[in-house]
Nanobody, 120 residues
Framework: QVHLVESGGGLVQAGGSLRLSCTAS????????MGWYRQAPGKQRELVAV???????NYADSVKGRFAISRDNVLNTFSLQMNSLKPEDTGVYYC??????????????WGQGTQVTVSS
């Protein structure tokens, strides 16, 4: 089994910062890529940021220069530092990871989400 758990969401004023974290546990051999998605009320889920196993990152245009994704390969943990937050950043944030298990399988796994609310 593989489980992902997010933490760090909350309420913040526009211009403030939050740091989200995601911890993966279970039968994990390798985390190939890790990412953050978000979903605002009434909207589809969208990619926020992704980081590959060797470090390259990619961000949605709306968060470039404000958000930063990072990973700790030893602890199987990754984070999303969010600065200069805007009301339009409000939503439920989900972590996801492409994982090779110790039993030879590979696939994407998801956390349950954490709420981020940015007030004006």
């Amino acid at each position: 089994q593989v489980h992902l758990v997010e933490s760090g969401g909350g309420l913040v004023q526009a211009g403030g910062s939050l740091r989200l974290s995601c911890t993966a546990s279970g039968s994990i051999m390798t985390i190939n890529a890790m990412g953050w998605y978000r979903q605002a009320p009434g909207k589809q889920r969208e990619l926020v940021a992704v980081i590959t196993s060797d470090g390259p990152t990619n961000y949605a245009d709306s968060v470039k220069g404000r958000f930063a994704i990072s990973r700790d390969n030893v602890l199987n943990t990754f984070s999303l530092q969010m600065n200069s937050l805007k009301p339009e950043d409000t939503g439920v944030y989900y972590c996801t990871a492409d994982i090779d298990t110790n039993w030879g399988t590979r696939g994407w796994h998801w956390g349950q989400g954490t709420q981020v609310t940015v007030s004006s």
